[in-house]
């Protein structure tokens, strides 16, 4: 006869009838008849283990029975309950052996629990079993809402990068018994992301589903959601959000501010004298922003440095100018970013250009002449007032004020508002044949414009004198001397 017998359900939640029993189906007398009158009859404790659902709200709760098959029912037996948690988390009634919980448990906190029982035989006060384990499980309700690991999340991710680009994985998880029906099987969603971003609801993974421009907005606030129970009715959540934050790429080029620049030089300004800045603007930035700007100028006379600090073009002298010679310059500056990656060449196929219109500013330029130097010539004897040569300066400048001469520390020429240089002393060749002369030309509107040149002039030769013997001669003849006869002489 088997003596086992499985209890009715209780809260849903089959408990068993537990069973140890020392010969299965054999009864006692059986037992007696096959193995003689010298075997121990032993007789067995009915049970397996028991469950508790976690969170009841009942003070106390009815888990099941503990009963030896040897209780015939006369009320001579005594239940004990021994181990961790008896007396306090669970209660025995000694006479019926029903197993109680006393407080509400949480599996969370320990699922298992593992206790003793013992059987007394009250009239006797001798322990009719040895003590016996048995296991009380608690089991799984879904009371915990699924959190998410490692917060804050942050993720970096480049702008215009392609549907599918994998940005960031969450992962929540749920303290519930993942072997208890889908309690801790969790599901992820997007709360608030789209439609720049999806998530895979299995895994956590965040990918980008629409590209994104970094200048437009760079940086998104995606909120997801973690259900358990697969998002079944009943299921808890738990969100958590994610800054995702657009990384710069090269894909704007330059552009000028301003279409046309107009710009003006001192035609007296030396070579390599800045004359004004361009600028252009970059929506990127970084190493992404950089850039480099050149001049197409067919006369070569303005180039142009980039400013690597404030990314500005600034414009130099090549050579110098003149006013008198042009005034006006047209000139075209385009620029393009320093590095691009192949990849994004498709973004900066014609760089962007402006015009620059640079206008020479007249200064008052001292007096030219028209020779770097002269030389004239003239007789000696000449009579005073004579005319030496003339010498000639012009003012560069558009007014063209009229010229005054003069000659620096001479008293033997002199020059007039025409620039005639005459003399005005006698010229002897055999005194001085040359003469060095500075000649300074000055501006009459404004005599701190002046400029100077050097004049040479050349007495020539005339024969104004007779010759004379080098010395005194007292020549004497021999008489007796023949015709033709040279004396030698002493």
């Known amino acids: 006869m088997n003596h086992c017998s499985l209890l009715p359900f209780m809260l849903g939640i089959p408990l068993l009838w537990p069973c140890l029993t020392a010969i299965e189906n054999s009864t006692t007398e059986e037992v007696k008849h096959s193995a003689g009158p010298h075997l121990r009859v032993k007789r067995g404790w009915m049970w397996n283990q028991f469950f508790v659902p976690e969170e009841m709200n009942k003070t106390r709760h009815h888990i099941g029975q503990l009963r030896s098959d040897l209780d015939n029912g006369n009320n001579s037996f005594q239940y004990k309950l ?22 509400k448990l949480d599996r969370e906190e320990r699922s298992l629990y593992t206790l003793r029982a013992q059987v007394i035989d009250t009239t006797t006060g001798k322990a009719v079993e040895p003590e016996s384990e048995f296991v009380i499980r608690v089991s799984d309700i879904n009371d915990n809402e699924p ?15 392609p549907e599918g680009t994998l940005v960031i994985q969450v992962t929540a998880s749920d303290a519930d018994d993942p072997s208890s029906g889908n309690n801790a099987r969790l599901l992820y969603s997007l709360l608030q992301g789209q439609p720049y971003f999806s998530i895979e609801p299995t895994t956590g ?83 992404n922003a950089e850039m480099d700007y050149s001049i197409e100028d067919d006369s070569e006379t303005f180039d142009v440095i980039t400013n690597n600090e404030t990314q500005e073009g600034i414009i130099i002298l090549k050579k110098k100018v003149d006013f008198e010679h042009q005034n006006y310059y047209r000139v075209r500056a385009k620029v393009k970013n320093r590095h691009v990656a192949e990849h994004l060449r498709e973004y900066h196929t014609e760089p962007y250009t402006t015009l620059i219109k640079v206008q020479v500013e007249d200064d008052d330029e001292p007096p030219v002449f028209l020779f770097s130097y002269y030389i004239f010539e003239i007789l000696e004897g000449s009579p005073l007032g004579s005319s030496v040569g003339t010498v000639s300066a012009t003012d560069p400048d558009q007014r063209q004020s009229p010229i005054g001469y003069s000659i620096t520390r001479s008293k033997v020429f002199s020059i007039d508002n025409n620039g005639t240089i005459t003399t005005t002393n006698n010229l002897d060749r055999e005194i001085s044949a040359w003469y060095n002369l500075t000649v300074t030309a000055v501006e009459k509107a404004n005599a701190e414009q002046m400029s100077s040149v050097p004049v040479y002039v050349q007495v020539l030769n005339i024969n104004d004198h007779a010759p004379e013997l080098s010395e005194y001669y007292e020549p004497y003849v021999c008489e007796n001397a023949g015709s033709g006869q040279v004396r030698a002489r002493n």
Do not use: C, H
Not at 82 to 103: H, N, P, S
Not at 250 to 255: C, M, Y
């Open 147 to 161: 959190k998410f690991l490692d917060e804050p999340y942050e993720a970096i991710v480049p702008e215009m990068s």
């Open 205 to 287: 993974v965040i990918r980008i589903s629409s590209k994104m421009d970094r200048e437009l907005q760079d940086e998104y606030w995606v909120i997801i959601q973690a259900k358990d129970m697969i998002g079944l009715p009943g299921a808890l959540s738990g969100t958590t959000s994610v800054l995702i934050k657009l990384s710069d790429v090269n894909d704007n080029k330059p552009i000028f501010k301003d279409s046309l620049y107009r710009l003006t030089v001192s035609e007296s300004a030396p070579i390599g004298t800045s004359i004004g800045k361009i600028m252009a603007y970059d929506n990127d930035i970084g190493e």
């Open 82 to 103: 021994l181990g961790a948690g008896a007396g306090t988390i669970f209660v025995i009634d000694e006479r019926t052996g029903d197993l109680y919980a006393e407080r």
